[in-house]
């Protein structure tokens, strides 16, 4: 007899379950190379035009010495002509602002401003950019984390698809940029959770309800983003990017978000303690605290693809010499078929992002990874990043009570 009762039923259950594992795993396979492919920002040829639309990079930093010095080469590096680049350093208790006017060498469209304390009610980037957009003189405001790089094409490429749809706020996803052993094995699992969530043809749609947008970079025209009294719309939570489309959106303004591997480039994390602590942040707060959507991303999680490795491992050991009563070796080489399409998605998505795919083996230890950020962010334990600390998805200055 088997663990679930007796063997006949045990496997039509067993088989059902495969049957269904192997279908949506065949299914995210082939879906791969699909998503985003009808929202994709292509390079644009040839130089920009000069009488373009003034365009304001906003940096908000704090404690960014590492990767500030590459991003404000970037932002200089653009061909637009008429371009001011602003730097807040966020109260950083390392070298950031030293570092950025450096990189700035003397370019007068770079300002480095130094922060101020954000009021009670303000989270720390969202009253950054708030700062950033009032030193602001430009027509289009592209908001940039101090970790991407942009391409030296990308603000033509912004002002372009803007113009082209009359956007009033434009995001992307770009690329990341792994280095170390567990930027490669977490990063994409969790970070392919999150875009695998998004309904590109609803969000690009015009009168859509949904709204999305990446924080890494978003180009909002000056007008709609005063319309909404800026980043004072989504001053108190952490997820100021959605929030802020969101905010645009509703006020019958139209927003776009494309797939753009080529625009930047981004290293979120450097160390394993990075990557729990960053996503942690607010990966509950995106799901809207619903604890039915933290849980079944967890059940998913499990059931869809670690449970065939469990199945797998103890059934290899359970057939060397336990003698516990399981499975035949062909359901355990079927259970080893769907491991192996979950490598082959992982594979596919690594070519598909332009890196080299050997650490597709390591998809199922990411996948744990993700499972331990989801509790950690549920449970709301608080979480330290660039020395400020995050409870239940809030930063933890922010009143987050009831009126």
Known sequence: MWLWGQPIFDSILMGGYLTLMTLMWAGLVWGVPRWGRNHRLVRPVGAPPEDGPKVTICIPARNEAQNIAACVRAARAQGWSRLEVVVIDDR??????AVAIEAADGDPRVRV???????????????????????????????????VRLDEAAVQAVVAAMDARALDLFSAFGTWR???TWENVAIPPVGWLIR??????????????AAFANGQLIAVRRAAYQQIDGHGAVR?????DV??????????????????????EVRLYRSLREVVAGYSKNMFEGMDRRL??????????FVGALFPYVCVVGGVVARLGLGWSV????????????????VFFRYRLDLRDGRAPRWCWTHAIGNLVLVWILVRSIMGLETEWKGRKFLDGRPSHVDSSPG
């Open 178 to 180: 792994l280095e170390s």
């Open 236 to 240: 108190g939570t952490i997820l100021d």
């Open 243 to 264: 929030a802020l489309a969101v905010a645009i959106q509703r006020q019958g303004n139209r927003i776009g978000l494309v797939d753009a591997p080529w625009l930047f």
């Open 196 to 209: 695998g969530s998004i309904d590109l043809d609803a969000v690009n749609a015009p009168g859509k309800e």
């Open 327 to 342: 499975p035949g070796w062909g359901w355990v080489a079927w259970f080893g078929a769907i491991c192996g399409m979950q």
């Open 292 to 301: 039915s959507t933290g849980l079944g991303a967890i059940f998913f999680i």
């Open 113 to 147: 401003v130094s922060g101020t304390e954000p009021p009670q009610d303000w989270s720390g980037k969202a009253w950054a950019c708030t700062r950033a957009a009032g030193e602001a003189t430009g027509d289009i405001l592209l908001f940039v984390d101090a970790d």
């Open 92 to 97: 950083s208790t390392d070298d950031t602002a």
